[in-house]
């Protein structure tokens, strides 16, 4: 599994991993969240982005993401379903990673591109109780920064 990092470039996860705990080091009484958050944009096939965000509350943030192409999908409901799939998978690598290495203050959220007003107001029971079945904080928008910022810039 390869991501991209903007200022470090490619990075397998378990290269994305120890940069997450390098940058908790740096400041390691700090409050973090760990961030995943998948977005897509359909063209003549389908880009899908998965961002991992690791956010230092108040301060800032670094952030890692991967491009997955997929033939073209225009069903909303299918992207949807596919892009929760995305973040869980990649949630539940990462926090496996961290509880192994005894960072379970690291929680992980997922950050879904759905919300309460527009056309996917109606899946959000559903993608909720996906990704809250799995063990993981939901959150929708307008608190989904990672889906709806970090993803959503780079599947242009």
């Known amino acids: 599994m390869q991501f991209i990092s903007p200022s470090k470039g ?26 995943i958050g998948s977005d897509s944009q359909a063209r003549e096939e ?22 997955k192409h997929h033939r073209k999908i225009t069903s909303l409901r299918q992207k949807i379903f596919f ?11 990462l926090a496996k990673k961290l509880a192994d290495g005894g960072h379970h203050e690291l929680n992980v959220e997922i950050h879904l591109d759905i919300g309460p007003t527009g056309r996917t107001k109606d899946l959000i029971r559903e993608i909720v109780g996906m990704v809250v079945g799995s063990g993981f904080d939901a959150k929708i928008k307008p608190d989904s920064c990672g889906a709806s910022k970090v993803a959503d810039k780079y599947t242009k």
Do not use: M, W
């Open 46 to 67: 389908t880009c899908f982005v998965t961002a991992i965000i690791i956010h230092q509350v108040g301060k800032g943030a670094r952030y890692y993401y991967r491009k």
């Open 10 to 35: 490619k990075l397998s996860l378990d290269e994305v991993y120890q940069d997450i705990l390098q940058f908790v080091r740096g400041a390691p009484n700090a409050t973090y969240k760990v961030i």
């Open 83 to 93: 892009e929760t799939a995305l973040s869980l998978e990649v949630a539940s690598l």
